[in-house]
């Protein structure tokens, strides 16, 4: 079965340092998403991409994060300036499509982020 | 404001016995419901959804899901609960109205622990 793959699974950075965390999603998906859960809190939703733009996005997706699909396999999420509060499980998920929203999100294993 | 609870943090069963997981949600207009189930060190794997249709659905693993509109829950049960259940349980709703097409709202998760 297709899987969403995401890459590295635990990634370990510096405060105030930029961190890139790769995903690959299931190959006739369109449309890629990105959550978090911070250690003991729930799942939380961060930002959606179709058609190589932002389609909508938290409150918690602010400036010093960004998302790119550099090429026709990989989404990523890059975090320009690491707080210590970004510390989570970060998950990428995607689906066949979004706007009738009846397709579930397959979601990868997940990077774990520890900011020192 | 949308959103999902699951009022129990732990469901502890026994090998054998049926469970239920609860999940109530508040969105406005029609809701897509999803369950999820993580295992340690992995992703969320999808279980089930209700789009429309018949109030009970049949999902993987021998799940299935109730709804309510009424009572506005979504219930996960399982009529023989085996050990290899043991695992997180989280509850999703995506609302197509007032925005958010694209995002997942989650339940904060609960833990089923299914003894032999």
């Known amino acids: 079965e297709p899987e969403v793959t995401q890459t590295p699974s635990h990634q370990v950075t510096q405060m105030g340092q930029e961190v890139i965390l790769r995903c690959v999603p299931i190959?006739?998906?369109?449309?890629f998403y990105w959550y978090r859960q911070i250690l003991g809190q729930k799942v939380e939703f961060l930002v959606s991409?179709?058609?190589?733009?932002?389609?909508?996005k938290s409150e918690i997706f602010d400036d010093q994060f960004s998302v790119e699909r550099p090429d026709g396999s990989n989404f990523t999420l890059k975090i320009r300036s690491t707080k210590l509060e970004d510390s989570a499980m970060y998950f990428c998920?995607?689906?066949?499509?979004?706007?009738?929203?009846?397709?579930?999100?397959?979601f990868g294993d997940g990077t774990r982020l520890s900011i020192l | 404001a949308q959103s999902v609870a699951q009022p129990e943090d732990q469901v502890n069963v026994a090998e054998g016995n049926p469970l239920t997981v609860k999940c109530t949600y508040s969105v406005s207009g029609n809701p897509y419901l999803f369950w999820y189930v993580q295992y340690p060190n992995r992703g969320l794997q999808f279980l089930l959804k209700?789009?429309?249709?018949?109030?009970l659905v049949k999902g993987s693993y021998g799940f299935e899901a109730e709804f309510n509109k009424s009572q506005t829950s979504f219930h996960l049960k399982k009529p023989s609960a085996l050990v290899s259940d043991s695992a997180l349980y989280f509850c999703?709703?995506?609302?197509?109205?007032?925005?958010?097409?694209?995002?997942?709202?989650f339940g904060a998760g609960t833990r089923l622990a299914v003894h032999p």
């Open positions: 209700y789009i429309t249709g018949d109030n």
């Open positions: 998920a995607s689906s066949e499509e979004a706007g009738r929203g009846n397709q579930p999100q397959h």
């Open positions: 190959s006739n998906h369109l449309y």
């Open positions: 999703a709703v995506r609302s197509m109205f007032s925005g958010g097409y694209n995002k997942l709202i």
């Open positions: 991409f179709y058609n190589n733009e932002i389609s909508e």
